[in-house]
């Protein structure tokens, strides 16, 4: 695969032009750089070209910059969200991951090696991320090519028929699976759940559907940069393939949640599994650069007795209640819904 080198672009965004002459010469050799003075400068500049990374002060003249960010992230939701603020107040920071869902939030006066640093991580997963388009893009290039070749050239069919048939499998493996922990992602983990609950209607049996937050993960991205968090949810889905049985399956569905399908499994039996699991990562550590690292999960777990009907929606959002729950009550602990049949009239 050939990637073209690129450079990643920073739209920084502040009233005070002195800071934007500071952002600018700091970041100015890894980036390129563009300055605007408010959100309305940096919705301009955003209609005529696209930028990587967002840079914005929370205070801006004409609007919050977390308004701003929302706006980015609805409507050019693949360029990347860093938000700088002089206060410390924590609703800044719930407001900032919550509303606008920025990757990274700084305090003003900003260390120069933290904001680099924030940058550069946040450059490299776009490079990550373009690449990996790029690669799927050229496969489904190499597909086509190889269609019009089965069509034409029909004294190579048969080799020609064996390297689609790798294509297709390559490109619908990537597609089903999360790029960092290589399990699947949330799209092939709910097919998996219907699967088994169609499977379900056929031959009765329970089922328990485990949703799995890892605790202050925020914190980790903090302490040891994104690199050492993704190395902690790499370790996490290790942790959670060896817990579970071979039959069970476990999916990463979004940043540090997981989610696992258990079939045949009554109440006693799922929360089994979630203690297994919560203690089992309670009591490994990993470490990044040298550092050690301790995590614990919070869990909500869903269970249909054999003789309750359900669908996926009625599972998701027990898991989900129950993992509320399990957050609010002070982590590091599973709270299980039993999904129950209504009572016969």
């Not at 048939?165 to 998996?192: F, G, S, V, Y």
Request: aromatic share 4%; glycine share 4%.
């Amino acid at each position: 695969m050939n990637v073209t080198r690129y450079r990643c672009s920073v739209l920084a965004v502040d009233d005070d032009p002195a800071v934007l002459a500071i952002l600018a010469a700091q970041l100015a050799a890894d980036f390129e750089v563009v300055t605007a003075c408010s959100a309305g400068q940096a919705r301009a500049i955003l209609a005529q070209r696209s930028v990587d990374i967002v840079v914005s002060d929370l205070s801006l003249p004409d609007e919050s910059g977390l308004d701003l960010l929302d706006w980015v992230r609805r409507t050019v939701p693949r360029t990347a969200r860093v938000l700088l603020t002089g206060t410390a107040r924590m609703q800044d920071a719930v407001d900032a991951i919550n509303h606008s869902q920025v990757h990274r939030l700084l305090l003003k006066p900003w260390r120069y090696e933290d904001l680099l640093q924030a940058l550069r991580t946040i450059s490299r997963g776009l490079m990550l991320e373009r690449s990996h388009e790029q690669l799927l893009d050229e496969l489904r290039e190499q597909k086509l090519e190889l269609e019009q070749r089965v069509h034409t050239r029909t004294l190579e069919l048969e080799q020609a028929l064996r390297e689609l048939q790798h294509n297709n499998q390559l490109l619908e493996k990537m597609a089903a699976t999360d790029w960092l922990t290589n399990l699947p992602n949330r799209r092939a983990i709910e097919e998996i759940v219907r699967n088994e609950l169609d499977r379900r209607k056929r031959t009765p049996s329970p089922i328990g559907l485990l949703m799995i937050d890892a605790d202050h993960f925020g914190q980790v991205n903090k302490d040891h940069s994104q690199a050492g968090g993704d190395k902690v949810l790499e370790w996490l889905a290790g942790i959670f393939l060896a817990s579970v049985r071979a039959s069970d399956s476990v999916g990463r569905v979004g940043g540090e949640e997981f989610l696992v399908v258990a079939p045949a499994t009554d109440l006693a039996g799922a929360e089994t599994l979630a203690e297994r699991l919560r203690v089992n990562v309670e009591a490994a550590e990993t470490a990044y650069n040298g550092r050690p690292i301790k995590m614990t999960l919070s869990l909500g777990v869903a269970v249909a007795d054999a003789w309750t009907a359900t669908t996926y929606k009625d599972l998701y959002d027990a898991a989900a209640d129950g993992l509320k729950v399990a957050k609010h009550s002070g982590r590091n602990r599973a709270v299980v819904r039993v999904l129950a049949a209504p009572p016969v009239a």
